[in-house]
């Protein structure tokens, strides 16, 4: 029986690791890539009798990533598989602020995981599994502020841009990929917004409003619609697309 294979970034908490619970549950062989292993996931397959890789690793330094990622599909047996999916969910966030009031060490880390990794692990999954029968997806994590700027999260911003564009590019030479914007959910990421200092990230105060006011969504549930969203029949012929949208 023809299998599906997911590759899944950032799998150590938040969405990425219930994107990753959700395909374990359903019996998927996943592969899944951050800077810890997740004791969850390594249960949850137990129970399942699912098959899971985890990779310890550090996106930040993400070539060496890519060609470990590229050499291990060349040595799958590709007749296995009906579809491979790569999804790229890992990113960091600054803390809240102009771009000078954060470490230049800070800010290459960030660019790297939420940018450079994207693209070498997309290149490394395309190249690795390019003699394929199977049906190949990238889903791309986005967010509205790569479609909208806002104060205090530059860095974001423009890695987010980055990737919506980086998808729009790849959709042209024939990769079928979708960026997608997941809402706004309750993560670690999210606490560190609305925790940031208002004299230097005005929209505080929204991002506290978010949590006090329930509108949340939560990482199992998120992961629900992502997952919905990358199994779609038309999926890539909308490369820009949200959720809440969908």
Not at 218 to 243: C, E, I, M, N, T
Request: glycine share 8%; aromatic share 4%; hydrophobic share 50%.
């Amino acid at each position: 029986m023809a299998e599906q294979l997911f590759i899944v970034t950032g799998t150590s908490r938040g969405m990425g690791e219930a994107i990753a619970h959700h395909l374990l549950q359903q019996g998927h062989l996943v592969l899944g890539i951050a800077r810890q292993q997740s004791t969850a996931l390594s249960i949850a397959a137990r129970n399942r009798g699912a098959e899971l890789m985890q990779w310890q690793a550090d996106l930040s330094q993400p070539l060496a990533v890519a060609v470990r990622m590229r050499e291990w599909l060349q040595g799958l047996d590709a007749s296995r598989f009906e579809r491979i999916h790569l999804i790229n969910n890992a990113a960091l966030v600054n803390t809240p602020g102009p771009v000078e009031t954060c470490p230049l060490e800070a800010l290459s880390g960030t660019v790297r995981v939420g940018l450079e990794a994207v693209l070498l692990l997309s290149a490394a999954f395309l190249q690795g599994s390019q003699d394929w029968a199977a049906e190949r997806r990238i889903l791309n994590i986005s967010s509205g502020l790569g479609r909208r700027a806002m104060a205090g999260a530059a860095p974001y911003c423009a890695i987010k841009a980055g990737l919506d564009n980086l998808s729009k590019a790849m959709a042209l030479d024939g990769c079928k990929v979708v960026a997608l914007a997941p809402g706004v959910i309750d993560t670690e990421m999210q606490a560190q917004l609305r925790g940031g200092d208002p004299a230097l990230f005005p929209e505080q105060a929204k991002f506290a409003a978010f949590k006090k006011d329930g509108l949340l969504d939560s990482p199992a549930s998120a992961a629900q619609k992502v997952l919905r969203y990358l199994a779609r029949q038309d999926f890539g012929a909308q490369v820009l697309a949200d959720v809440r949208e969908a």
